[in-house]
């Protein structure tokens, strides 16, 4: 098997452990549709994901950089098995860039540790992603 298909299966694993211990959370909302929605615009990339984006742009000329990338985008959720139970596990989660040739293949997956990865939350989120 391909590296990068052993990194898609160990997130898939990662992500089935994550959603069995996060069950039942949020099942409360209702949602009314004359409800203003709690959304504010923010800025695609942190500073550091930005001048990383540049370089990476400027250092690969003849390949795309991508940011922000859901994983279930990179990988798929092989026939025979319960599509909506293994989507729901990557659903949320991203990379902060695949660099790709121009056919679309993936030839790297960058996750950038800056600072905004030292806090517990991102720590937990980033383990779920690391192939091991």
């Given at each position: 098997?391909?590296?990068?298909?052993?990194?898609?299966?160990?997130?898939?694993?990662?992500?089935?452990?994550?959603?069995?211990?996060?069950?039942g959370?949020?099942?409360?909302?209702?949602?009314?549709?004359?409800?203003t929605?709690?959304?504010?615009?923010?800025?695609?990339?942190?500073?550091?994901?930005?001048?990383?984006?540049?370089?990476?742009?400027?250092?690969?000329?003849?390949?795309?950089?991508?940011?922000?990338?859901?994983?279930?985008?990179?990988?798929?959720?092989?026939?025979?098995?319960?599509?909506?139970?293994?989507?729901?596990?990557?659903?949320?989660?991203?990379?902060?860039?695949?660099?790709?040739?121009?056919?679309?293949?993936?030839?790297a997956?960058?996750?950038?540790?800056?600072?905004?990865?030292?806090?517990?939350?991102?720590?937990?989120?980033?383990?779920?992603?690391?192939?091991?």
């Amino acid at each position: 098997m391909s590296d990068f298909l052993y990194i898609a299966l160990f997130i898939i694993a990662i992500a089935v452990l994550s959603a069995l211990t996060n069950k039942g959370r949020g099942r409360n909302f209702k949602y009314k549709p004359s409800e203003t929605w709690p959304f504010e615009k923010k800025k695609l990339m942190t500073a550091p994901e930005q001048l990383l984006y540049f370089r990476l742009i400027e250092s690969l000329p003849e390949l795309c950089v991508f940011s922000q990338v859901q994983l279930s985008q990179l990988v798929s959720v092989r026939k025979g098995h319960d599509f909506k139970q293994w989507f729901n596990r990557i659903s949320r989660m991203s990379a902060d860039f695949v660099v790709t040739d121009h056919s679309m293949s993936v030839i790297a997956v960058i996750e950038l540790d800056d600072r905004s990865h030292l806090k517990a939350d991102r720590i937990a989120a980033d383990h779920k992603k690391i192939r091991r």
